[in-house]
């Protein structure tokens, strides 16, 4: 261009000027909030990864609560099995008093039986216990209801499930917190094969049967792994007309007694397994015996104390009693055993979580860095740009004032 | 004056000079005036004389004053100012959306973050009130910031729609002003010079319109010009004005349009205009924020979609099924509201249409347009992102019609539809604002589950059940399914129980004494262990057949006195299978079963058929056995009593003393009738272990029953001899005896038939002898009646796996998940949710997508800042260019000033030299 108007010298400087201002008022804003990336448009695929990494972030921070609270949930029941552990060890004890039959008498077995039943008490009340938020620890999924009930002569039911919670301690995995009643209490390997019965639920009727034993474990080994039912039949199918139960094998319908009369509260055996029934069934009520190779640990316990309670001072009350010390002995070994299982299965849960832990920390000092990078302004850069942009602001300004004092009409 | 004299001449100088001087003043004064054109003079010499020595000069004469300006520069001037300020706005209100997104107070990802956060607490105590008292607050907070920021973008959109008003006002004016100068321009142009400030003035109009939108200029002979946009819709035309109007668009209300008044009415020419204020606000409207809008609602509908269907399956405090956690989004009101009519349809208005969304994972976030097609019955779908048309269709004037595509199904529910008719879909835009969060009380999240899977107490082996999964709650159909119709429990209970070491029944568990086959069936599945076996179909389409032909078992089997075969009769099986639903094409295949084959082999035929699976097994019952005469006096071994089955004898057998092979000591007699079936049946599953063969006693009605099951559907051969025994299946109510006479029978096997969805089978002959007669539609059980055959869904909407290694006699329950308050499996699922890929057909969660509007947004902030400045450099240098040419230059026009004074006193003097020799002349006489 040969010739220049007016307007644009004044224009030229004017523009420079306003642009040098915006750049400066850019790298302030930078400088006082400490981010290089102030909206997305400034690094676009920048501000993408910035906002994943920040997302990282806040759910490593979740993490790390969920892996706390499940910390404290295992502790928490890590210390109620070792309680019982030492209750078994215990009753361990105990039950080798009980097997110096030669020495032993009525009243001294009456003696360790209360021991134990206080025992049995104490392992109630662990099996009920309840954690921070008041939820029962051993009911499954079934919190608020209370997992362990019932005694030693009418035996004891479990009223909650199989349940067991777990919580998101990383991305991709979840970790079991809880441990249920069944699994902790009822799973135990029985020493022999044993029975556990129950009135049905669609019972019309009120019946109730107590804890079965066996009596004759030769007939019952060999009627093993078979359950029997208990049917309650028409008052009228008999003449005189009166209430009679008819016992069959439960898989196949097959008939083992038949018709048999019906009296509140007498002792039965049916296939070497001795119970009583009380109540007044309907016709149609069923009552089941099944086999079982597990036993629970209170029942065990339970078992041990009727037979100290019942104990006869003869020759059979011995041998029965031997027994019953010898039983009573494997299955706390197992018990103890099923309990050391537990602990281990929590200790290995809280090593992993401890794992899990510092996975994250690892993770979080990464992340950090990483958006540290992307979005963090880098100071030396940035002052040393203002400067520049101040010197070519000054620059500018300076020509400007020089050059607009130059006119023609000053020399007329 | 001319003339040839001295004070001619000198005078025609004058007056040059104060035409200059003059012109330069009008320079100076209007140095800094916008738009202004320097001009110069221009000047010419008079003619010359001929005064006999030669030609003499007269003066000078103003030839014309110049206007310094070049056309082309100016359109180039003007174009590029469109161009910047169509960026420049383009940019202003890119920056805006984009602060808006990435802003912590109002953008969408810390409060996801936080809400996620809240459902993990949630799960960690899933009884804790207050926990749940969290996850309702922080969905609450999700929903406002969806609804603020939805609030935002309209507020952006409406002042885009004022500044549409503006401009359009403003564009007005100056198209009346260009019209004005037109008609002046022409009138002055009658001479042969220009009105130089009145070019000045339309061309500053004309660069004024330009900055508001993108325009071309015509020329034309008599100095008027034609002004059009540069997609050619005129706006000035021969002295005719077509002013600009907005109007409501047809398609997204809430938006304007621009339009052009023409005589016919006005005409939307929004999609036309490039460049300018204008240009770049609806280049932006439709590039981004409609997008935006479009995405944000996506996103709200995945949210709600997803989240909705998982709570609506578990389980709140109260054991009752959840509700709702977001607003509904296909209810009556969202579904009607997405669907917008063009104001140009015909009457009668009484069209009623829907638009449902089925898959949120499918959707795109376009808009859609539907068009039924002048001259046909067809209608079109296209999609307005791409262009493509998605659907064209036969419009079959049933109501109601619906067709699906891109994750939605729109429905054609009432009303009379005519050709020409249109309609704009709008699936997502209206979600983020219509967003709600449906819950209050702390009680009614859905954390737990509503099944649990536990195995028995009395379980041997060690087989493990998971807890249990609701996969749905309703079938293909709508209805609901029947498991859990009934609130609080599971219709009906079921157990699984083990036949044997790999096979397993589903049982009704209702009346735990008497369990029974469910319906239909799920009955002889093979388990293998080591693996995870699912339990139930997943398909929802399945149907099962149950056979029940006469022929099935002991149907048509006889004893006799040769060894037989099941006498099954010969049938051909003809299998449809549709293979397009929407034309109804189909594929047949043709299975023709022989006389005399076993159900597995049946089994396996129809097996082969794609889309076909069948189970089949088969029971045989043998009672009231006893022998002819045994012990005889004397033994002899002829009267050796036996029993075989598939020719291998189960009486074992020992040689006495006397070389007589008699029966072994351990065989018991047959007068005790249990015992010996025990022994019997002890012995086959001794014999036939690995074959899937086993035996079991069982009493029914006061009568015992040996019962044989082989589980693959092998014909039972049985054959007797110096014995006798009733035989019968298990099922139907056939017996026959077999005996010394007729030793030899044979039992054959059912079988279930499963077909995948779309296919279903024909017999001939019909009624068939293996699948039975015509059983009549019975809705109660859930029945399909296709082509006379009733078939059954299998699908039960939920699934539960078994691993390990159970025994025969396990059994593992499903039931209702009652008091579960610890139960968090159903809120670790919305957990879930955060990092599940429900957006895009998998590809990516709601956070990706969030994060990918972001980025979009940002992208295009950044590039068209990049565009904007480039613009502006361009721009820079074309007014540059334009003022070097015709931008006055004060020191220029300061010499010309001395230089034009110094003309006008050189003249000044000339006529003072010729008055002076005039004087001198006359004072000489």
């Known amino acids: 261009m040969v010739r220049i108007s007016s307007i644009d010298i004044f224009n030229i400087a004017n523009s420079s000027m ?384 020089r050059v607009t004092s130059l006119s023609l009409f000053d020399r007329l | 004056m001319s003339g040839g004299d001295l004070l001619g001449i000198s005078i025609t100088g004058l007056n040059l000079s104060q035409s200059a001087l003059r012109t330069a003043g009008h320079n100076i004064a209007n140095a800094n005036t916008e738009g202004y054109t320097r001009q110069s003079v221009l000047a010419e010499a008079n003619p010359e004389q001929f005064l006999g020595s030669g030609f003499v000069g007269t003066g000078v004469s103003v030839s014309s004053i110049e206007r310094q300006a070049n056309q082309f520069v100016i359109n180039q001037l003007r174009d590029d100012t469109a161009l910047h300020h169509e960026q420049q706005t383009f940019l202003d209100s890119a920056s805006q959306l984009d602060n808006l997104l990435s802003n912590p107070a109002l953008g969408l990802s810390d409060a996801m973050q936080r809400f996620y956060a809240a459902l993990q607490t949630g799960s960690d105590n899933p009884t804790s009130i207050a926990a749940r008292q969290m996850v309702i607050s922080e969905g609450q907070s999700l929903v406002d910031r969806f609804n603020s920021l939805n609030e935002r973008l309209s507020d952006i959109n409406s002042s885009l729609n004022q500044q549409l008003d503006g401009g359009v006002r403003d564009a007005n004016a100056l198209l009346e002003s260009i019209a004005t100068y037109n008609v002046a321009i022409s009138r002055s142009s009658s001479t042969n010079s220009l009105p130089n400030d009145l070019y000045d003035k339309r061309d500053q109009a004309l660069l004024e319109l330009s900055k508001l939108v993108g325009i071309r200029v015509n020329q034309l002979s008599d100095g008027q010009v034609n002004v059009s946009l540069t997609s050619g819709d005129a706006l000035i035309l021969s002295g005719t004005v077509n002013k600009f109007d907005v109007v409501n668009s047809p398609d997204i209300p809430g938006n304007k349009e621009v339009a052009i008044m023409t005589n016919i009415g006005p005409k939307v020419i929004s999609n036309k205009i490039t460049g300018g204020d204008i240009g770049g606000i609806l280049s932006f409207r439709g590039g981004m924020l409609d997008k935006a809008f479009n995405e944000i609602g996506r996103i709200a509908t995945s949210l709600a979609g997803s989240f909705n269907a998982i709570h609506e399956q578990g389980l709140d405090l109260n054991g009752d099924f959840g509700n709702r956690m977001f607003s509904d989004i296909n209810s009556e009101d969202a579904i009607r509201t997405r669907v917008l009519y063009s104001p140009e349809n015909k009457p009668p208005f009484n069209r009623d249409m829907t638009l449902e969304i089925v898959d949120p994972s499918q959707l795109t976030g376009s808009d859609y347009r539907v068009e039924i097609e002048e001259g046909s019955q067809r209608f079109s779908i296209v999609r307005v992102s791409d262009g493509e048309t998605v659907v064209s269709n036969l419009l079959t004037g049933r109501t109601p019609q619906n067709v699906e595509f891109d994750g939605l199904k729109m429905t054609f529910n009432g009303g009379v539809f005519q050709q020409g008719d249109k309609f704009y879909l709008q699936p997502t835009r209206g979600m983020s604002d219509a967003l709600s969060f449906d819950l209050i009380d702390p009680e009614e999240l859905a954390f737990a589950k509503p099944l649990i899977g536990q195995s028995e107490l009395g379980n041997l082996g060690n087989g493990e059940i998971s807890f249990g999964e609701v996969l749905d709650l309703t079938s293909v159909s709508g209805t609901d399914l029947p498991l859990f119709a009934m609130p609080g429990q599971i219709d009906p209970p079921m157990v699984i129980r083990f036949t044997s070491d790999n096979r397993f029944d589903v049982l009704d568990n209702s009346d735990p004494n008497n369990p029974k086959h469910l319906e239909p069936p799920i009955r002889n599945q093979l388990y293998v262990a080591g693996q995870n076996n699912d339990i139930f179909g997943t398909s929802p389409g399945e149907l099962m057949l149950v056979a029940e032909g006469e022929s099935l078992g002991l149907g048509s089997a006889e004893a006799s006195a040769t060894k037989t075969d099941n006498q099954y009769p010969a049938e051909r099986f003809i299998f449809t299978r549709i293979t397009d639903n929407s034309i109804g094409t189909s594929e047949q295949y043709s299975v023709v079963t022989q006389g005399g084959d076993s159900a597995a082999e049946i089994a396996a035929q129809l097996s082969s058929v794609p889309g076909v699976s069948v189970n089949a097994w088969t029971q045989a019952r043998l009672n009231t056995i006893s022998f002819d005469n045994y012990p005889a006096d004397p033994m002899a071994t002829a009267d050796l009593p036996d029993l075989k089955l598939n020719g291998i004898s189960l009486l074992e057998t020992t040689v006495d003393e006397n070389g007589t092979v008699v029966l072994a000591n351990n065989v018991p007699s047959p007068d005790d009738q249990l015992d010996f079936q025990r022994y019997i049946a002890g012995r086959i599953d001794e014999l036939f272990a690995g074959q899937g063969i086993n035996a079991s006693t069982l009493t029914e009605s006061g009568t015992t029953f040996l019962k044989v099951v082989d589980s693959k559907g092998n014909d039972i051969e049985l054959e007797i001899s110096n014995a006798q025994a009733v035989v019968s299946d298990g099922v139907s109510a056939n017996t026959l005896t077999i005996n010394d006479t007729s030793p030899h029978t044979t039992v054959g096997g059912r079988f279930d038939i499963t077909f995948d969805d779309g296919v279903t089978v024909k017999t001939i002959p019909t009624p068939s002898n293996l699948l039975g007669d015509v059983i009549s539609f019975d809705p109660e059980k859930f029945n399909q009646t296709i082509d006379g055959s009733s078939y059954q869904l299998t699908y039960r909407g939920i699934q539960a796996q078994i691993k390990g290694t159970p025994q025969e006699g396990d059994g593992f329950t499903i039931t209702f998940n009652r008091d579960a308050a610890s139960d968090n499996r159903n809120i670790m699922s919305l957990v879930n949710l955060e990092m599940n890929a429900t957006l895009n057909r998998g590809k990516a969660s709601l956070s990706d997508v969030y994060g990918l509007l972001v980025e979009d947004v940002g992208i295009r902030t950044g590039s068209s800042k990049i565009n904007a400045s480039a613009s502006e450099g361009v721009l820079e240098q074309s007014v540059a260019l334009r003022n070097s040419i015709s931008g006055v230059n004060l020191d220029e026009e300061a010499a010309n000033l001395i230089k034009y004074e110094q003309m006008y006193s050189a003249n000044a003097q000339a006529i003072a030299v010729a008055r002076d020799i005039f004087e001198r002349l006359i004072n000489s006489v």
Do not use: C, W
Request: no cysteine.
């Open chain 1, 18 to 401: 306003q642009k040098s201002n915006t750049e400066i008022a850019k790298t302030q804003q930078q400088l006082s909030s400490g981010q290089r990336v102030l909206t997305p448009s400034d690094d676009p695929v920048a501000s993408l990864k910035i906002m994943e990494l920040d997302n990282e972030l806040s759910r490593i921070d979740q993490y790390n609560k969920n892996i706390d609270s499940a910390e404290n949930t295992l502790q928490q029941t890590e210390g109620l099995i070792d309680g019982v552990i030492d209750i078994i060890q215990r009753v361990r004890e105990l039950t080798i008093q009980a097997g110096n039959t030669g020495v032993n008498t009525s009243a001294q077995y009456d003696a360790l039986a209360n021991e134990v039943e206080g025992r049995l008490e104490e392992l109630l009340n662990i099996s009920n216990s309840r954690d921070a938020n008041g939820d029962f620890v051993f009911s499954g999924f079934k919190g608020e209801i209370q997992p362990f009930s019932g005694n030693a002569e009418d035996g004891f039911e479990y009223h909650g499930d199989d349940g067991q919670r777990r919580v998101k301690t990383a991305n991709n995995s979840t970790l079991a917190v809880s441990n249920s009643g069944r699994d902790v209490f009822l799973d135990i390997p029985s020493a022999n094969n044993t029975v556990f019965g129950y009135a049905s639920e669609s019972n019309q009727g009120e019946v109730s049967i107590s804890v079965p034993q066996v009596v004759d474990q030769t007939s019952y080994d060999a009627f093993y792994p078979e359950d029997f039912v208990i049917r309650f039949n028409a008052v009228g199918d008999v003449s005189p007309p009166r209430m009679t139960y008819t016992v069959t094998e439960r898989s196949t319908g097959n008939v083992i007694v038949e018709q048999q009369n019906y009296n509140q509260g007498e002792k039965i055996t049916i296939q070497g397994v001795s119970l009583n029934m009380i109540g007044n069934p309907a016709t149609g009520d069923t009552v089941v015996v099944e086999s079982s190779n597990k036993q629970d640990l209170m029942t065990t316990l339970a078992n041990l104390v009727n037979a100290m309670r019942g104990v006869k001072d003869n020759q059979s009350g011995k041998q029965e009693i031997t027994k019953v010390v010898a039983d009573t002995l494997n299955n706390l070994n197992n018990a103890q055993v099923k309990m050391l299982g537990v602990m281990s299965s929590l200790g290995a849960r809280q090593n992993s979580l401890q794992t899990t832990r510092e996975l994250h920390i690892d993770s979080e000092l990464y992340s950090r860095q990483a958006l540290a990078d992307l979005r963090d302004l880098d100071y030396a850069e940035a002052s040393t740009r203002l400067a520049m942009q101040t010197m070519i602001l000054e620059a500018a300004q300076a020509s400007f004032v």
